[in-house]
T-cell receptor, first 110, second 114 residues
Framework: QKEVEQNSGPLSVPEGAIASLNCTYS??????FFWYRQYSGKSPELIMF????GDKEDGRFTAQLNKASQYVSLLIRDSQPSDSATYLC??????????FGTGTRLTVIP | EAGVAQSPRYKIIEKRQSVAFWCNPI?????LYWYQQILGQGPKLLIQ????????DSQLPKDRFSAERLKGVDSTLKIQPAKLEDSAVYLC????????????FGPGTRLTVT
């Protein structure tokens, strides 16, 4: 059974702080990892993807992957109220489908 | 570049009725996906097409759900007959190649079965 686990939250951080979102996956064959942001009532929006161990930075977002620990994280620096949303972690295995976690709800407090 | 288009955006039907959803992927995207997202859960893949062929439909309830992508571009997902537990948002996504590449979602269709 392929599973992606996320803490459902809610995670609350003050404006300007760093938000840290975590995800673990069960299938060691997972090769690609994605973070999607989903605002209430909207569809998921791709914000980051990572395929190799280490860090990948894009603006205020940093994705971190540790395949040995089967762990993926997303850091959001200088958090803004507009970052308040549910963040979905997904893992992909080759040509097979993506498996999504249930999401972590983030609230950034002004 | 236009995104993934879906229609209708909302649909309310009674149980045992039928319903169909339409999706047009991003131009040039060979792979198309239909997901079901129940409130409070992550999206669950129903079916994946590569051009007009089915790659994965292992989680599609085939006794009531069907999908097609006849010309390798747009796609239709049908439910017949609908059950109360089918109430969910149906999301269409597309990607350039296979699942390992980035998927982009459409706005979704919110289905309510009463």
């Amino acid at each position: 059974q392929k599973e992606v686990e996320q803490n459902s939250g809610p995670l609350s951080v003050p404006e300007g702080a760093i938000a840290s979102l975590n995800c673990t996956y069960s299938d060691r064959g997972s090769q690609s990892f994605f973070w999607y942001r989903q605002y209430s009532g909207k569809s998921p929006e791709l914000i980051m993807f990572i395929y190799s161990n280490g860090d990948k930075e894009d603006g205020r977002f940093t994705a971190q992957l540790n395949k040995a620990s089967q762990y993926v994280s997303l850091l959001i620096r200088d958090s803004q109220p507009s970052d308040s949303a549910t963040y979905l972690c997904a893992a992909g295995i080759g040509a097979n489908n993506l498996f999504f976690g249930t999401g972590t709800r983030l609230t950034v407090i002004p | 570049e236009a995104g993934v288009a879906q229609s209708p955006r909302y649909k309310i039907i009674e149980k045992r009725q039928s319903v169909a959803f339409w999706c047009n992927p991003i131009s040039g995207h060979a792979t198309l996906y239909w997901y079901q997202q129940i409130l409070g859960q992550g999206p669950k893949l129903l079916i994946q097409f590569q051009n007009n062929g089915v790659v994965d439909d292992s989680q599609l309830p085939k006794d009531r759900f069907s999908a097609e992508r006849l010309k390798g571009v747009d796609s239709t997902l049908k439910i017949q007959p609908a059950k109360l537990e089918d109430s969910a948002v149906y999301l269409c996504a597309s990607s350039l190649v296979g699942t390992g590449s980035e998927q982009y979602f459409g706005p979704g269709t919110r289905l309510t079965v009463t």
